[in-house]
C-alpha cells in the first residue's frame, strides 16, 4: 500500500507540474458570479416585496386588533355594532331632541375613539334622556 | 485565510464575488488537472473548467457542507462527462472499457516502451497519456482520489458502485500506472 501511495503521489506531481495556476477563464467566471450575484439579489428584493404588502397588513390588524382588545377588554359583537348604529340614525331621524346637539356624526366619531361599552352607555343614555 | 466553506458560502449567501475568485484561484491547479485527466484534450479541459464554475454559481445553494474540494470534483466531473456526451463520446464506468489496453496498445508514442520509461514517465506528458489509457472507472476513482481527495465512501457514492468496486478499480489503476511508468524507476524519478 506504501508503494501505491508512492505512485499516486509521483502521479499528483506529474499532472499538476504543467498545469498554470492562473484560472483559464477567470474573467468569464467572474461575470458570470456577478451577473448571478445581481440575479439573486433582485429575486431577494423581489420576495421581499411580495411578503411585504401581506405583512404590513397582518401587522396592521394585530396592532388594530391589540388597540381594541385593550380598550374594550373584547372584541365588539356585530349585531351590537349594527344595533347601535340603527339607534343613533332613529334618535337622528325620528327623534330630534332625544339627542339634541349630539349629531350623529359625533357620536359615531365618539364611539370609534372612546370604549366601546362607554360609547353603548352614552347612546343608551342620551336616547333615554 | 479564509476556509474554502467560508468563501464559498461568503459567495452563496452575500454575492461576495471577490470570496469565488479566491475559490477559484485556489482550486485552479488540482481542477485543471482533474479534467486533463478525464478529458482528451487541454482546450477541454479549460472549457470543462469553466463551465464547473459555472454550476458551482447557479447552483449557489446545492453545497450541504462538508469537503468543498470534494463537492467541487463532483461538479466538475459532471461537467467534464456532459462534455464528452456533448461530442457523441461517453465515459464508461465498466473498467475495460473506455480506453483500456486497446487504447493503450494503440498509443506507441505516448506510451514508452520497457527501455525508455525511466526517463520518459518522468515527463508531465507522459504522465498524463498514462492516466487517459486506463480504463474509465480505474481513472475516474484515481483522479477522484488523488486529484479532488475524496473518501473511497464519497467516490462509491458519486459513482453509485459498492465500495469494494472502488477500492479495486483503484487497485487497477495504481498497478496499470505501475507498469506503464516503469515501476519504481519512475518513482525514484519523481521522488
Known amino acids: 500500500m506504501h508503494e501505491d501511495w508512492k505512485l499516486t503521489a509521483f502521479v499528483k506531481d506529474r499532472l499538476e507540474e504543467d498545469v498554470s495556476d492562473t484560472p483559464p477563464h477567470l474573467q468569464d467566471i ?11 439579489a433582485a429575486a ?19 396592532v388594530f386588533g391589540s388597540f381594541v382588545a385593550l380598550n374594550t377588554g373584547r372584541s365588539p359583537e356585530p349585531e351590537q355594532t349594527v344595533a347601535c348604529v340603527i339607534d343613533l340614525l332613529c334618535a337622528s331621524d325620528g327623534n330630534a331632541d332625544g339627542i339634541e346637539a349630539d349629531s350623529v356624526a359625533e357620536k359615531l366619531l365618539a364611539w370609534q375613539d372612546a370604549p366601546y361599552e362607554h360609547a353603548i352607555a352614552g347612546l343608551v343614555a342620551n336616547k333615554v334622556n | 485565510m479564509k476556509e474554502d466553506c467560508e468563501l464559498l458560502l461568503s459567495y452563496t449567501r452575500r454575492g461576495d464575488v471577490p470570496s469565488l475568485s479566491a475559490l477559484v484561484r485556489r482550486h485552479a491547479v488540482w481542477m485543471q488537472a482533474f479534467l486533463r485527466g478525464l478529458l482528451p484534450t487541454v482546450a477541454d479541459a479549460e472549457d470543462a473548467f469553466q463551465e464547473t464554475w459555472i454550476r458551482v454559481i447557479k447552483a ?22 456532459d462534455r464528452l456526451r456533448r461530442q457523441g463520446r461517453t465515459i464508461s464506468l465498466d473498467a475495460d472499457e473506455g480506453g483500456g489496453a486497446s487504447a493503450l496498445e494503440d498509443m506507441p508514442s505516448a506510451v514508452p516502451t520497457p527501455g525508455e520509461r525511466f526517463e520518459s514517465a ?7 497519456n498514462a492516466v487517459r489509457t486506463l480504463p474509465d472507472g480505474p ?9 479532488g481527495e475524496m473518501s473511497f465512501k464519497e467516490i462509491a457514492t458519486e459513482l453509485d458502485v459498492p465500495i469494494g468496486t ?15 511508468l516503469g515501476g519504481e524507476e519512475c518513482m525514484k524519478t519523481g521522488n
Do not use: C, D, H, N
Request: charged share 20%; proline share 1%.
Open chain 1, 30 to 40: 467572474e461575470r458570470a458570479a456577478v451577473s448571478a450575484s445581481f440575479a439573486l
Open chain 1, 44 to 62: 431577494s428584493r423581489s420576495r421581499r416585496r411580495t411578503w411585504g404588502i401581506p405583512l404590513v397588513a397582518a401587522s396592521l390588524a394585530v
Open chain 2, 60 to 81: 449557489a445553494g446545492s453545497y450541504r457542507g462538508g469537503s468543498v474540494k470534494a463537492y467541487l470534483a463532483t461538479v466538475a466531473r459532471s461537467a467534464a462527462i
Open chain 2, 122 to 128: 518522468a515527463t508531465a506528458e507522459e504522465v498524463q
Open chain 2, 139 to 147: 481513472r475516474q476513482v484515481l483522479l477522484m482520489r488523488i486529484e
Open chain 2, 166 to 180: 472502488a477500492l479495486t478499480w483503484m487497485r487497477t489503476a495504481t498497478m496499470k500506472l505501475r507498469r506503464l
